[in-house]
């Protein structure tokens, strides 16, 4: 079946510091894969998405790409700041038909010590 | 942007009562919503998925009749949480899959339930 896994946390970097948070999925055809931020008491953000190989979804400094060879969606951002501490989770979605679910990872927690 | 609200934001009952949570879609249409639970530090768990004007779809291992969905309109899907226990204090996340884009997905902020 189709799952997502991600690297495990917490994960703790100083502010400016270069950041990576790995994510690989198991799915068949082309799922769209996301990034979601979630900040402390919140619900879910989506923070970036990509929906066909090779795409590159960016926001807020944020970069994933779709690699469907290593069938990973890496999250990267070139200088963290407190503001980024929050739990990321990477999902994917096939998106046939309206009741498709997204399938989330099990998250990763970022601290970004000032 | 698309928003959905949830509300409460936050509730405590006592055991053996019944709570119910509002999600709206607030300037778009929603025929699919999507109710999750969330452990404290834990990832997002589905619980059902509710479809307007039919019965929810209920993840393998979730009490339909513990947890009722209704959703009556394009913008409303209710979780009633019934004879609740402590066990049942949870974070509850919803979702809405806007009509005109099956791509999009918005979250609600969330709901944190205790149960005393």
């Known amino acids: 079946g189709n799952s997502v896994t991600q690297m495990e946390g917490p994960v703790t970097l100083s502010e400016e510091a270069f950041l990576t948070i790995n994510c690989t999925y198991t799915a068949t055809g082309y799922p769209s894969l996301f990034w979601y931020v979630q900040y402390p008491g919140e619900g879910l953000q989506l923070l970036l998405k990509?929906?066909?190989?090779?795409d590159k979804g960016s926001n807020k400094g944020f970069e994933a790409t779709y690699r469907k060879e290593t069938t990973s969606f890496h999250l990267e951002k070139g200088s963290v700041q407190v503001s980024d501490s929050a739990v990321y989770f990477c999902a994917l979605s096939k998106y046939r038909n309206r009741d498709d679910k997204i399938i989330f990872g099990k998250g990763t927690r970022l601290h970004i010590l000032p | 942007g698309a928003v959905v609200s949830q509300h409460p934001s936050w509730v405590i009952c006592k055991s053996g009562t019944s709570v119910k949570i509002e999600c709206r879609s607030l300037d778009f249409q929603a025929t699919t919503m999507f109710w999750y639970r969330q452990f404290p530090k834990q990832s997002l768990m589905l619980m059902a998925t509710s479809n307007e004007g039919s019965k929810a779809t209920y993840e393998q291992g979730v009490e339909k009749d513990k947890f009722l969905i209704n959703h009556a309109s394009l913008t409303l899907s209710t979780l009633t949480v019934t004879s609740a226990h402590p066990e049942d204090s949870s974070f509850y996340i919803c979702?809405?899959?806007?009509?005109?884009?099956?791509?999009?997905?918005?979250f609600g902020p969330g709901t944190r339930l205790t149960v005393t």
């Open positions: 990509a929906t066909k190989a090779d």
């Open positions: 979702s809405a899959r806007d009509d005109r884009a099956i791509y999009e997905q918005y």
